[in-house]
């Protein structure tokens, strides 16, 4: 089960009320939960599958999504153990502070009561804070995983997007993207090895350039760049694909 933006407006029908995304988290829990009980009961017991649930986490809200909002006991019942894995995204960390509701300033967080922020200190994405403010927080990834570790019992955490949001401008010499994957590898090896986080699956963000949501090709998450002005979309790898690469052939950092 996947919850993505319905308070972001970056899908049809392109508007935002927190109202109405709350009723989104709440119909796709409910339907997560029937489908999880379906598969369970009809094709599990031949297919011998998995069904997990998708948590888009920053070092702040996770909680909006993976604790129930209102539901009647039968619909607890259903929703309550209906995974069997964590499907996490990371990409950066956030500070909260309070604020008005009405503070236009605070932008898509303001119905939330909350603004949101970065410590000075933390250094930025090559794409500044251009879409949806990123800053290179590797403690923050360690944090949450921590905390679902916590939260939920220590469940198998299958991460499916970590990446970095950088500019076509940077080629192929892409050292901040390396230097990003390295030090989240870093964090999510000590929350394995230190911390005892059952990680299971790393899945980087993403294997090439692609059409970002609503800032299309103007930031890149690829390690693999794509000339889109070629009809033939030529790729290549970057210095990130390749650092990558021998991350997942060796299982751990090249020596």
Partial sequence: MTYVFPLKQTQAPGFRNLEE???????SLRSHAK??????????PHQHGKVGMAVFSQCKTLGSV????????AEAAELRGSWDFCAMTHYTTSLVEPTAKNNASAGISAPLGIILGHDPAWPSGAAGTVGWGFYVVPWGFRKMLNWIKRRYGNPEIYVLENGYQGKPAEGLEDHRQ?????????????????DGVNVQVYAAWTLMDDFEWEFGNSINFGVTTVNFSDPERQRTPKLSGEFLKQVFKNNGFPR
């Fill in 21 to 27: 995304a709350k009723w989104c988290v709440h119909n």
């Fill in 35 to 44: 489908a999880y009980r379906l598969y369970d009961q009809v094709f599990r």
């Fill in 178 to 194: 390396v230097e990003y994957h390295r030090s989240y590898i870093n964090e999510m090896l000590k929350a394995v090895r230190i």
């Fill in 66 to 73: 993976s604790t129930p909002l209102k539901f009647t006991l």
